[in-house]
């Protein structure tokens, strides 16, 4: 098993940027696939990026492609996501998935941090 510990939120004004960190610990995060995902008031839990366990493999939501960027850094059992150009429909609690499938899907991810809330100011 692995544990999931999402850090970097916050408040920022439209067009700021913000870096979200995700920790492992338990099994090194090099053995899954990882992702985020964020879930905004009343809605459901939508996918946001991900990157493959060796990082060669990303993709990204259609409305945060060129503002977003998924990395990780398996030495530090570590995934980021750098915001940038923030803007207010991005606010939500942005949660970290590790899974064994590289998949869109909520369904494909078998741990998943507390959450880490985001909110953009207009």
């Known amino acids: 098993q692995v544990q999931l510990v999402e850090s970097g939120g916050g408040l920022v004004q439209a067009g700021g940027s913000l870096s979200l960190s995700c920790a492992a610990s338990?099994?090194?995060?090099?053995?899954?696939?990882m992702a985020w995902f964020r879930q905004a008031p009343g809605q459901e839990r939508e996918f946001v990026a991900l990157?493959?366990?060796?990082?060669?493999?990303?993709d990204y939501q259609d409305s945060v492609k060129g503002r977003f960027t998924i990395s990780r850094d398996n030495a530090k059992n570590t995934v980021y996501l750098q915001m940038n150009s923030l803007k207010p429909e991005d606010t939500a609690v942005y949660y970290c998935?590790?899974?064994?499938?590289?998949?869109?899907?909520?369904?494909?991810?078998?741990?998943w941090g507390q959450g880490t809330q985001v909110a953009v100011s207009s």
């Open positions: 998935a590790a899974g064994f499938g590289l998949s869109t899907n909520v369904g494909s991810y078998d741990y």
């Open positions: 990157i493959s366990r060796g990082g060669s493999l990303t």
């Open positions: 338990g099994r090194p995060s090099s053995s899954y696939e």
